[in-house]
Each structure stands twice: as structure tokens, then as C-alpha cells.
């Protein structure tokens, strides 16, 4: 068989346009492809939800690959491991409570599962607006092409709508400082100095609806509640990526059946 070309650029086209449309509506929205979307968008994805994870890289993974200051591995603590061991993530045990994996293979794992559990996947989309209508309940997102944004190039975005959001796009916080800016009831903190054993055991108090229909995760959950920071022990983001997957079943089947 000869290949062509033409069959090749129509296939990718026809296939993504087919998919797009398919998300325009999606159940929950997951922006930020790090460690807390990623658990958040699997969870979410195994239990049959239509799932759209928004990353505005090239690659999924976040701040996860780079480890500790470029070294490669991650200190996940006791609480954590059986996620660990949910996605097949090897690790070995350090010291006592403390295990370390490898941030290339824990990225890839949570990707692969989060694939095969439906998720579809929109890298290269920024963010940059939420849709709030009068019932002040967050029910799209604004996205535009990444390219776009950083050649600072005057076009439109897009929306697309959703039934929840995830925000779980890290330090910066997007969707929360965008819902604080435009005058919703959310106050963002900004997150405080290193104390990895206080901002991990108070992620997941920081988990937590903050809007109607915007649900906040991992280290996005700690700036706004004014928390403190961890550093490169990562089982709070997986926990925190859980109770998030967890706050949008719960309010997504409430919605299906209200009491
Ligand atoms: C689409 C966006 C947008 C946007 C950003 O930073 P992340 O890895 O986030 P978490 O919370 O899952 O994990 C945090 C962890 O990596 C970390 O930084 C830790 C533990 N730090 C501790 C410390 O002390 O420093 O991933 C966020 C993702 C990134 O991939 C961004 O590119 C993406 O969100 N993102 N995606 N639209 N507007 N903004």
C-alpha cells in the first residue's frame, strides 16, 4: 500500500473534529494536567463520567516530571501509597512512612490510566475566561489555542461547557483567580512559606467546592486557602486529585437525582 498524504491529514482532522464535538459538553472538566488532575480525571473517567482534561502544555504531567530540583524521583508518604499501587506506580519503601518513585514512571502511569479510563485529552488549550451566567454557576470554560496566548495574537476563543470544573492548574490557581477578578465569590489567598508536614495534612480540608460547579485540587487548593507549600512529596496531590474526583461524582449525581 502507497501511503498518502492527504488520507493522513484527513484522518487526524476528521478524528479530533469528531472528538471535539463529543466534548463540547462534558461532565467535568479537568484544567491542569499535574499530578491532582491527572488522579482526578482517571477517578472521574473509571466511573463513567465524560471526562476532559484542558492542559495548556505540550505534555501532560505537570510538575511532576522534574521531581526534586530536576532529579527524577518523588517522596510519597505512607497515606498516599495505595494510590501508588491504584495505578500500578512502583516504589520503595525510604525510611519509615516515606516511600520514593520515579516521576517519569508515575507521570506515565497516571497518564495511561486516565487514557484507558476514557478521559480525552486537550493540550496545547489555555484557559483564559469561565462562563458564569446569572445563576452564578460556572458552566464553561474559554479556551484558546496555547500558541495563540504566547504570540499574544488578537483571536477569539472558544467555549466549551461542563457540568463541573476541576481547577487544578497548580501554583497560579487560573480558574479561582479568574472567578475572584470578575467579582464571584472567591477569595485566593496565595500560598505560604515550605512546611511539607502542615500543607499536606491540611490538602485535603483545602479540597473543596469553592464555587457552584468549580471544585479546587491539589496545589491550586493551598494557595487559595493561604496554606503553606510541600516541596517534592507528591501523596497529598494524589489525595487531593481523589477527594476532588470524589466532591464532583457526589455533585454531579445529586444533580442527576436531587433529593
Ligand atoms: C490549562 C493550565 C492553565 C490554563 C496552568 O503544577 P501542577 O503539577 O499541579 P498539581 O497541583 O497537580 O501539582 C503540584 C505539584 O506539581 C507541585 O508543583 C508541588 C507539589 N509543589 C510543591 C512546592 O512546594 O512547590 O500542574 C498544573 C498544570 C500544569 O501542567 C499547567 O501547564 C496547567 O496546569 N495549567 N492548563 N489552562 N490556564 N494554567
Redesign the pocket.
Known sequence: MELDEITISRAILSTQMERLMEFLEMDVAV???????LTAAALLGEEGFRVGL????LSIG???WGGGMMFPRIVVQEQASRLLDRFGIKYSPYSEGYYVAGSVEAVSKLTASACDAGVEFFNL???EDVMIRGDRRLSGLVVNWTPVEMAGLHVDPLTVGCRIAVD?????A?LARLVERKGGDVKVRGEGF?WADRAESEILSHTREIFPGLVIC???ANAVAGEH????V?GG?LLSGERAAAIAASALRQEKNPA
Do not use: I, Y
Not at 31 to 37: D, I, K
Open positions: 484544567v491542569g494536567g499535574g499530578p491532582s488532575g484542558v492542559e495548556k502544555k505537570g510538575g511532576m488549550f489555555s484557559v487544578a492548574t497548580g501554583h497560579d487560573v515550605m491539589g496545589m491550586a507549600r510541600m516541596g517534592p507528591f496531590m
